[in-house]
């Protein structure tokens, strides 16, 4: 069936580290996001990229559609990038419905 | 870029009351939108899509009667959790896309229901 996992489950890092999250899914895809959740619940839009690379600032995003995976890159980590990041997925079969992975929570030392 | 504003952000409620959610879309029409629900330490869970002008569409496990959806116009649709019980207590989160834009989904800033 439709699957989104994601990887590593948790992952801790000393302030100033780089750090790589990965998005596996099951099947062709019309949308990939990345989503950073704040200790408050907001989920922040990081990416949108359905397919190819982009950059914002420290963080980065890979989607390679024909492989059926995709990454997202922190480098420089500060402690407010801690929180728990998502990657949800639409399926070309989905009806518009976003799949959700697991989640990786990350925590930044200072 | 698109903006989904969600109210209220936090409400206690006595439990067998019932509690009104907001989700409006800012700046673009939302023909769809969609509900979630997070439990603790888990990932989003989604409860229905919300449709403009018709009946929405839950997912499978969902009461329709305790969660009320309406989507009377194309930038608001409300979640009415009714008789509310101390388990319907959960964050609830609404997203919506703005087609024009291509930038993927969008959203709300969430609602911490409590129900004592």
């Known amino acids: 069936g439709i699957q989104v996992e994601q990887s590593p489950p948790d992952l801790i890092l000393q302030e100033g580290a780089n750090s790589t999250l990965r998005c596996n899914f099951s099947?062709?895809?019309?949308?990939l996001q990345w989503f950073h959740q704040n200790p408050w619940g907001q989920l922040i839009n990081l990416f949108y990229i359905p397919s190819g690379t982009k950059q914002n600032g420290r963080l980065s995003a890979t989607t390679v559609a024909t492989e059926r995976y995709s990454l997202l890159y922190i480098s420089s980590s500060q402690t407010t990038d801690s929180g728990v990041y998502f990657c949800?997925?639409?399926?070309?079969?989905?009806?518009?419905?976003?799949?959700w992975g697991a989640g990786t929570k990350l925590i930044i030392k200072p | 870029g698109a903006v989904v504003s969600q109210h209220p952000s936090w409400v206690i409620c006595k439990s067998g009351t019932s509690v009104k959610i907001e989700c409006r879309s800012l700046?673009?029409?939302?023909?769809?939108m969609f509900w979630y629900r997070q439990f603790p330490k888990q990932s989003l869970m989604l409860m229905a899509t919300s449709n403009e002008g018709s009946k929405a569409t839950y997912e499978q496990g969902v009461e329709k009667d305790k969660f009320l959806i309406n989507h009377a116009s194309l930038t608001l649709s409300t979640l009415t959790v009714t008789s509310a019980h101390p388990e319907d207590s959960s964050f609830y989160i609404c997203s919506a896309r703005d087609q024009g834009q291509g930038d993927g989904y969008t959203f709300g800033s969430g609602t911490r229901l409590t129900v004592v």
């Open positions: 700046d673009f029409q939302a023909t769809t």
């Open positions: 949800a997925v639409e399926f070309l079969e989905s009806n518009y419905q976003l799949i």
């Open positions: 099947d062709s895809v019309n949308n």
